[in-house]
């Protein structure tokens, strides 16, 4: 009988008030992928640290190869054949692709002989079925080759075991299919490979195996043959979760948003925007396709009032909003769901109830400027209107906390964002631009959003939906845009060009003519 490469046994990590992982056992063998899936907070993310090194589990032991093993550091474990692939890459942007993956390497002396080092990476590349520039600097790589350095860096270093963390989040359909050629390859070559990804329909193609957590504990193990998305989002979620969309056809109403020849820098001081122009009319879900870092940042930064165009108007709800600051704007009818929770979306020191009503302060109850009454009595009566408001909120949008006056900061990923949609659509904006809505989260918090922004659309609000999901992007929107390097290159309804079509637009292959593009936008 083959014996596991890694084994895990009874497995314990707490931290203060959760068991993050519960005894867990877990088997990887060479040669086999081995998905890993479960809602946020189940312990996928603590587990994997165990196994690379980061954190010290309190109980329990590991095996490599049959031997047991202490890791103190990712250096230990890295030494014993295990390699991790983050979410957010960890390359340094400055050096190029053989500096990056020679960092570190002591082996090879004090002066690296990086001609040599080349010759080898171009040989893993080749055998890895792709091509890849040494000498290139890394900020100049696109998402998937960056990836595809992060693979090189591992192998490089005689990897038996390779840590996969949501490998597709930032990848095109093409790059998607690309990097399961090359995990195809590595498990050829007999690398077991550690696949973590909210994707069910990624986990079914790629995964031999299945492994489901909840709530720290091993609630599933199955093999591919044995798993349907249904039941895998069940053991997930721990009840039925609804994966298909819905969305009942509807006739847009009046335009909510107009945007004329926007252009705009970028934090470097580049043309991020480089002339858009697009309509977003009530009850309808306008959405932007697009690899990360080609414009869609900063039109949403523009629209909201974060950042200042060059050129070009913004009109909301027919009035001229392009040099309005961000409270006249929000006054007119805007939201913003940021993608950036934790920096832009929530004040992680104020409490949940505080949060609530960040936009709304100035505002009465919750801001009395009565000459008559005493301080104290207003406090008191804005402190009686913050609990009723901030309760009320939180049973309709379902945010677990201790307390209103627990710490924004001290909620789940999940709750930081129906905290945040609490905010936004409890003042009843007519338009919201939703950046990354579900980025991150579970089954069963993505359902939430996605079930929320369907309501939003039904009742007549007005949507920009954001997101590097494509398939979110498709099945929720009424129309969509393609953005490459600060410009749209298409745009279409979903139901109408295919998803090779969306991908070569992408990765700026292909591009529509403008005629066509205005016609879907006006």
Excluded: C
Aim: proline residues 4%; without cysteine; glycine residues 8%.
């Amino acid at each position: 009988m083959e014996k596991p490469i890694v084994s895990m046994r009874n497995i314990v990590k707490r931290f203060p008030g959760v068991v993050a992982n519960d005894h867990i056992d877990l088997d990887v063998f060479k040669g086999e992928v081995l998905a890993l899936l479960g809602e946020n907070g189940a312990g996928k993310t603590t587990l994997m640290n165990i196994l690379y090194g980061l954190y010290r589990a309190d109980k329990g032991e590991i095996y490599i190869d049959g031997k047991n093993v202490y890791f103190k550091s990712p250096k230990d474990a890295i030494a014993h054949g295990i390699g991790m692939v983050h979410q957010q890459f960890m390359l340094i942007d400055e050096l190029s692709v053989v500096e990056n993956i020679m960092l570190g390497l002591k082996e090879y002396g004090l002066v690296l002989d990086l001609k040599e080092a080349v010759k080898k990476i171009n040989k893993l590349a080749r055998e890895m079925g792709f091509k890849i520039d040494p000498w290139q600097k890394v900020w100049q790589l696109s998402a998937g080759e960056k990836q595809r350095v992060e693979i090189l860096k591992a192998i490089f270093r005689n990897v038996k075991v390779l840590i996969l963390d949501e490998p597709t989040s930032v990848l095109t359909p093409q790059e998607t299919r690309e990097l399961f050629k090359i995990i195809k390859k590595l498990i050829a070559n007999n690398i077991a490979v550690i696949f973590i990804s909210h994707k069910l329909h990624e986990v079914m193609e790629i995964a031999d195996k299945i492994v489901v957590l909840r709530k720290g504990k091993v609630v599933g193990k199955l093999s591919r043959e044995q798993a349907t998305p249904q039941l895998l989002a069940k053991l997930m979620v721990g009840r039925e979760v609804f994966l298909e969309i819905t969305k009942r056809p509807k006739k847009p109403g009046h335009v909510v948003l107009e945007v004329k020849n926007l252009k705009a820098l970028s934090d470097k001081g580049v043309l991020a925007l480089k002339g858009i122009s697009f309509k977003v009319r009530a009850g309808e879900i306008a959405g932007i396709a697009g690899v990360a870092g080609n414009g869609q940042k900063e039109l949403a930064e523009v629209i909201y009032g974060l950042r200042k165009p060059l050129e070009g108007k913004i009109y909301l709800f027919g009035k001229d909003v392009t040099h309005k600051d961000i409270y006249e704007r929000i006054r007119i009818g805007i939201s913003l769901i940021p993608e950036n929770r934790l920096g832009l979306g929530i004040v992680g020191e104020f409490s949940v109830a505080e949060n609530l009503i960040l936009e709304r302060i100035d505002e009465q109850p919750f801001s009395l400027n009565i000459p008559l009454l005493s301080r104290l009595n207003i406090k008191k009566i804005n402190d009686q209107m913050l609990l009723k408001y901030s309760r009320e909120l939180i049973e309709k949008f379902s945010i677990v906390t201790p307390s209103p006056f627990a710490k924004a900061k001290t909620l789940s990923g999940g709750n930081i964002q129906r905290l945040i949609l609490a905010r936004e659509l409890g003042r009843k904006p007519g338009f919201i631009i939703a950046e990354e809505p579900t980025a991150g989260l579970d089954v069963s918090a993505t359902e939430y959003v996605r079930k929320l922004l369907l309501e939003m659309r039904e009742q007549g609000y007005s949507i920009l939906l954001i997101s590097g999901d494509l398939s979110e992007v498709l099945s929720l929107s009424d129309k969509v845009m393609v953005m490459y390097e600060g410009e749209i290159v298409g745009a279409f309804r979903p139901e109408k060009v295919s998803l090779d079509d969306v991908g070569l637009m992408m990765t700026g292959v292909k591009r529509m003519p403008r005629e066509v593009i205005e016609k879907i936008w006006d």
